[in-house]
């Protein structure tokens, strides 16, 4: 499965973007799907997750972002409100094989990944 990111742009703190992440190839609606981020310097960084209706998010999160899917689209959708400049990162989304049904919160568990998109926070 090839997936697409998209969604990514410059906002100012307190702001909302909603990136989304369209597969290709064949549908993933039974892949365990995420999104990661990454900052120049750091090590790649669980955002959000999906399995079914199970949700999973990152510690820093703090409610502010909610992961959903669109089966009709084949796409996973990550909503972001109340942005602050420690949120800009390069965002990618990732799909696990389709025999495993866990969230995995570490990046080397996924065999699938879009090429990412920038979003940037403007204080």
């Known amino acids: 499965v090839q997936l697409q990111a998209s969604g990514g742009g410059l906002v100012q703190a307190g702001g909302s973007l909603r990136l989304s992440c369209a597969a290709s190839?064949?549908?993933?609606?039974?892949?365990?799907v995420a999104w990661f981020r990454q900052s120049p310097g750091k090590e790649r960084e669980f955002v959000a997750g999906?399995?079914?209706?199970?949700?999973a998010y990152g510690d820093f999160v703090k409610a502010r972002f909610t992961i959903s899917r669109d089966g009709a689209k084949n796409s996973v959708d990550l909503h972001m409100s109340s942005l602050e400049p420690e949120d800009t990162a390069v965002y990618y989304c990732?799909?696990?094989?389709?025999?495993?049904?866990?969230?995995?919160?570490?990046?080397?568990?996924?065999?699938?990944w879009g090429q990412g998109t920038q979003v940037t926070v403007s204080s």
């Open positions: 190839g064949r549908t993933f609606s039974n892949n365990v």
């Open positions: 999906m399995s079914g209706r199970s949700t």
């Open positions: 990732a799909a696990r094989s389709p025999a495993i049904t866990v969230i995995s919160r570490s990046a080397r568990g996924y065999a699938y």
